[in-house]
């Protein structure tokens, strides 16, 4: 008898805080006190436990006084799923179960009369909570067990009942238990899955290019709409495919995201994280409890929560009940929804877990709203079907001219507005004017070609004269108009590629300069300054690539195949004469704040360095990027790289990648860190991404064993993405190195994670993916690696894991070699007779090395009483010539021997693989 604790954890919306079960088992009156602010569904929990304990085969201490303290005691308790941990407790203060084994453990369930457990709402967020006070261990019901493994670092077990938790405590046997009944929960969501964003395109309406250019202005600044028009005029189809034009989530987005449906109890575990934004079109006689949340008891999440970084559609609003209208003001106007009852005030829409020290995030929403400005939408245009054999209308579809653009075209226009303009988490709720990524190409080369003196602006010098010019580099301020136009560049007469105005190229070297500033790199590469012809790179050449890799983005293959053909000078010329190519309107926004000096000032002043193709220490492998195409609409040699650290990178050429899923589990970040220990203790570095996961277990596998490790980063080298890996990237930067392509100071963006993750293939001589889901960046790296002709391998996991589906996937289709730990992968990138591996084998023993016929006559040898040679025989199968033969060789080596009654087996005959011992407690 004494005193024992478990951990649990109550939800306050869908911010979990940790309640330590405390139960006393002593002598005096019996009874069962239940103290600590526990609502009536957690006082009901002494009939379902005692029934619990004594169904299960186990004691309840009904001959003495129970009592259980839920601690903080100030802290109201609901929801049934405490019940695990006050069995737990009770049990071990009973002396059931050793009070030690219940440390540093989670326990979730409600339990049945019978000793089952049945589902509890809320699970991710519950771990969420544990892992953030230290806790390790969770034990939630079998069904939930994907669900709380999307929490990485703690390790999950899934349970049937109350028995096989305490036998899985006890490191016993689990005892069989019926499944567990599946949650009451029901999805009122009217959203039918990911699948349908396959379905549905914003250019797939026609005849709205106006209505579709304000969705996007308010999908960029997180403003309502109201949509008005006529029956069949497409407001439900807008709707409906405006979720395909918002970015993907940020894991801290799916985390909040994941955590309010499961709090809601709408949460499909096969299906992972939510990555994509959601959308809820509730029907107009809906409660109001039922849009903003409620509910007696615990605060359930609304329609508006579940939409949460979403769409929240309401048709036919001016049907919506009075009051529904007016509780949807506040949240309109703070980006907030909090519903308060009479001892608690929660926001369901925000997820304290990913929200610490920020202000509330905004539920994203696109509403129907009476103080939104009206959109007036015309009736679509029908479709045009494809004209039929002996039908009237035979004529070729043409392009529609108001056709908008597809769904990724519209995402990338919608996440670049946010990067300039804030995103809504600035201001929320409140009018922003339209970002500049938003006005329509046509209208922007108006205004530049009517506003006097926008050409000049444009192409000056930034350093010392007129604002808005482009750096000017050392060396000839000008060259003679005829060199220049022999050697196809640009003179003082005008420009010669991509100017306004129509000017026809004469002549083979400027017209190929127009084509690679409009379309990108051309089809054979030219000589790059530098390594690659042995010349040394002149200063002019270093920090006209400065200037272009500050200006430009990581990865952008037309920016990076101007500078292959005509060299960094040359490129920066002609994207800094003004003009209507793509490449000019993407740079010229950044061009005139560039300073080359400034920006290596910076640079050297945190430690950075600026490398190109001219260094010693250039990559060589690099150059197969110039041959691997495009991916993601990105590609090519990258114009330098930015290196924090001391370690040189042309020592990478032998390099291996180990990249995969950020939610790991903890097998796949068990693998990663074995695998890049045992490379470094090989020589071999490892090169990662430094994200969550399997890049952090990487990273950390070879710094154990003080192996060169390299973090290629998405954003500037100076910066710390994620910040929780600050100590990590730190200490890679001040022992190994952290390579960027981007520079000082660049946040780290969706698409600089798509161009990031090419260099980690061309740098490395092979990738392994340890895990990887379907939509996983790991993938992205993999397929790299194959148009690099890199060895890819992958890692096997659990055929029920879906962080392992991607690497399953690689395995299955041959794009992947199977390997499984850190011997088989330097076999793979070692050189021809390298770290060569021998087939295992199990152990082999003295009977292995008997004859076929002896062990043949050895398993016809009974094991108590002696048995005569001719019984043997005709056990064996055998003639008595050889059965005696084979006795005899038996006896010699002390598997046989003879007794009075015939021969019987030896100890080591009994011992032998053909007769194991049996395991105690067996039957």
């Given at each position: ?423 809504p988490e600035q201001s929320p709720g409140r009018a922003r004017p339209p970002a500049p990524a938003l ?312 698409i600089r994670f798509l161009a990031r993750n090419r260099l980690i293939a061309a740098l490395t001589r ?148 053909s007769r194991p011992a049996p395991v105690r407690g067996s039957r």
């Amino acid at each position: 008898m004494g005193v024992a604790g478990a951990r649990a954890v109550v939800l306050n919306g869908a911010l979990g805080h940790l309640v330590d079960v405390q139960a006393d088992v002593s002598r005096g009156q019996a009874g069962f006190t239940l103290v600590g602010r526990a609502a009536p569904s957690v006082r009901e929990a002494h009939d379902r436990v005692r029934m619990a304990v004594l169904n299960s085969g186990m004691e309840w201490p009904s001959a003495y006084r129970v009592t259980v303290l839920l601690s903080p005691a100030d802290l109201p308790k609901s929801g049934t799923h405490l019940d695990l941990a006050i069995a737990l407790s009770v049990l071990a203060a009973d002396g059931s179960l050793e009070p030690g084994k219940l440390d540093r453990t989670l326990f979730v369930g409600e339990l049945t009369l019978s000793g089952g457990l049945r589902p509890a709402f809320g699970v991710l967020p519950m771990v969420l909570a544990g892992v953030e006070h230290g806790l390790t261990r969770v034990l939630v019901p079998e069904p939930q067990q994907d669900e709380a493994m999307m929490v990485p670092g703690v390790e999950v077990h899934g349970v049937r009942s109350l028995a096989q938790a305490v036998a899985l405590l006890n490191d016993e046997e689990r005892p069989d238990a019926p499944p567990v009944a599946a949650s009451s929960g029901t999805q009122l969501l009217t959203w039918r899955g990911d699948e349908r964003l396959d379905e549905l395109d914003l250019a797939d309406l026609h005849g709205i290019d106006d209505v579709k250019v304000a969705v996007e202005v308010a999908a960029a600044g997180g403003h309502s709409i109201l949509l008005s028009g006529p029956k069949g005029a497409g407001k439900t189809s807008i709707a409906e495919r405006i979720p395909t034009i918002l970015p993907d989530l940020t894991r801290e987005e799916s985390v909040e995201l994941t955590a309010v449906h499961s709090l809601a109890g709408t949460l499909d575990p096969a299906r992972g994280m939510l990555t994509r934004p959601p959308y809820a079109a509730p029907h107009h006689d809906a409660s109001k409890a039922s849009i903003v949340g409620g509910g007696h008891g615990q605060v359930r999440p609304g329609e508006i929560s579940r939409a949460h970084l979403g769409v929240l559609f309401l048709d036919e609003f001016p049907l919506f009940r009075a009051d529904v209208v007016d509780a949807l003001r506040q949240p309109l106007e703070s980006g907030d929804i909090t519903v308060a009852r009479q001892e608690e005030s929660v926001t369901p829409a925000r997820a304290g877990a990913a929200g610490a020290g920020r202000q509330p995030v905004p539920v994203r929403r696109l509403l129907q709203c009476p103080r939104a400005r009206p959109v007036q939408v015309p009736r679509a245009a029908p479709p045009r079907l494809p004209a039929q054999a002996g039908g009237a209308d035979r004529r070729p579809a043409r392009h529609h001219p108001a056709r908008g653009p597809r769904a990724g075209v519209g995402r990338r226009r919608v996440r670049a507005a946010r990067a300039v303009g804030g995103g809504p988490e600035q201001s929320p709720g409140r009018a922003r004017p339209p970002a500049p990524a938003l006005r329509r190409p046509r209208l922007a080369a108006q205004r530049a070609r009517a506003e006097p003196g926008a050409q000049a602006r444009v192409a000056g010098d930034a350093r010392g004269r007129a604002p808005g010019r482009p750096p000017r580099l050392p060396g000839p301020a000008q060259r003679p108009r005829r060199r220049a136009r022999d050697a196809g560049g640009v003179d003082d007469r005008g420009p010669a590629v991509g100017a306004l105005g129509p000017r026809r190229a004469s002549g083979g070297g400027r017209g190929r300069r127009r084509a690679a500033v409009a379309h990108g790199p051309a089809a054979g590469p030219a000589a790059v300054p530098g390594r690659g012809d042995g010349r040394p790179m002149s200063d002019e050449e270093r920090l006209a690539r400065v200037t272009l890799s500050v200006a430009g983005e990581p990865g952008d293959y037309r920016l990076l195949g101007l500078v292959e053909q005509l060299g960094a000078v040359e490129a920066l010329r002609a994207i800094a004469t003004p003009g209507q190519t793509e490449l000019f309107r993407a740079v010229s926004s950044r061009l005139p704040q560039v300073d080359p000096h400034r920006a290596l000032e910076t640079a050297e002043r945190v430690g950075v360095r600026f490398v190109t193709p001219a260094d010693a220490e250039w990559p060589e492998q690099l150059a197969d990027l110039a041959h691997a195409g495009l991916l993601h609409e990105r590609g090519g040699v990258p114009i330098g790289l930015w290196v924090k650290g001391p370690m040189r990178l042309d020592e990478l050429a032998g390099s291996v990648a180990v990249v995969g899923s950020r939610s790991a589990t903890s097998y796949g970040e068990d693998v990663a860190r074995d695998v890049a220990a045992e490379l470094g203790l090989a020589g071999v570095p490892t090169v990662s991404g430094g994200a969550y996961g399997i890049d952090h277990a990487a990273h950390r596998g070879a710094a154990s064993v003080r192996a060169p490790t390299v973090a290629v980063l998405a954003c500037g080298p100076d910066r710390a993405y994620p910040l929780e890996h600050r100590e990590m990237l730190a200490y890679l930067a001040r022992e190994h190195a952290v390579v960027s392509e981007a520079p000082v100071g660049a946040s780290p963006h969706r698409i600089r994670f798509l161009a990031r993750n090419r260099l980690i293939a061309a740098l490395t001589r092979g990738t392994l993916v340890v895990e990887a889901a379907y939509r996983s960046g790991a993938l992205s790296t993999s397929h790299w690696a194959q148009r690099l002709n890199r060895v890819v391998m992958a890692v096997p996991g659990p055929v029920t894991s879906a962080t392992s589906e991607g690497a399953h996937g690689l395995i299955r289709r041959g794009a992947a070699t199977l390997v499984t730990r850190g011997a088989e992968v330097l076999e793979l990138v070692g050189a021809a007779g390298e770290h060569l591996l021998t087939e295992p084998r199990g152990p082999e023993n003295e009977r292995d090395r008997l004859p076929v016929k002896a062990r043949q006559v050895l398993d016809a040898v009974p094991v108590g009483r002696g048995a005569t040679a001719e019984s043997i025989a005709v056990v064996a199968g055998l003639d008595v010539v050889d059965v005696q033969r084979a006795l005899t060789r038996l006896e010699a080596g002390g598997f046989v021997e003879h007794a009075p009654g015939g021969w019987v087996l030896t100890a080591a005959g009994r011992a032998s693989p053909s007769r194991p011992a049996p395991v105690r407690g067996s039957r």
